[in-house]
């Protein structure tokens, strides 16, 4: 009996985790696209503005609407970093950076906010915003 019932069990459960994993990186990539349109509206505006003290005061209410925390200039992060176990993380660490080559770094180790930094025409940028915007719970 336990010949069968254990590889059964055991089958099932590795199945199941499979397809919980690949279905919250569907979702984590799909969410982080959408917050990807709105960085790119944010950096576009802040690189056509003449100056930080311009593009600041241009780009401020249209971040705040979005639910983003936006600093310029900022002090870059140097590197990315996340908790081990996070593996939705990944996912959107690799879909930012596939889009935005000049991210200086992602802090993902606050599992409630996303920290990221990126080189604009008129310094390093920062942006912040709540973690549920671009990763299943």
């Not at 336990?2 to 969410?31: D, K, N, S, W, Y």
């Not at 660490?93 to 604009?120: H, K, S, Y």
């Amino acid at each position: 009996m336990l010949i069968v019932i254990v590889p059964l069990i055991a089958l099932q459960m590795v199945v199941a985790f499979v397809f919980v994993q690949r279905h919250f990186e569907g979702v984590t990539r799909q969410m982080t696209r959408n917050v990807i349109l709105e960085v790119s509206l944010i950096q576009g505006m802040v690189d056509a503005a003449d100056g930080p003290g311009a593009a600041l005061a241009g780009v401020e209410d249209i971040a705040e609407g979005l639910n983003i925390k936006l600093t310029l200039p900022a002090e870059p992060l140097q590197r990315d970093s996340r908790v081990f176990y996070d593996f939705s993380g990944r996912v959107m660490t690799q879909e930012l950076r596939a889009v935005f080559p000049q991210i200086t770094g992602i802090d993902l180790t606050n599992l409630r906010v996303v920290v990221l930094t990126m080189e604009t025409a008129h310094g390093p940028m920062q942006l912040s915003f709540p973690r549920y915007r671009v990763s299943a719970s």
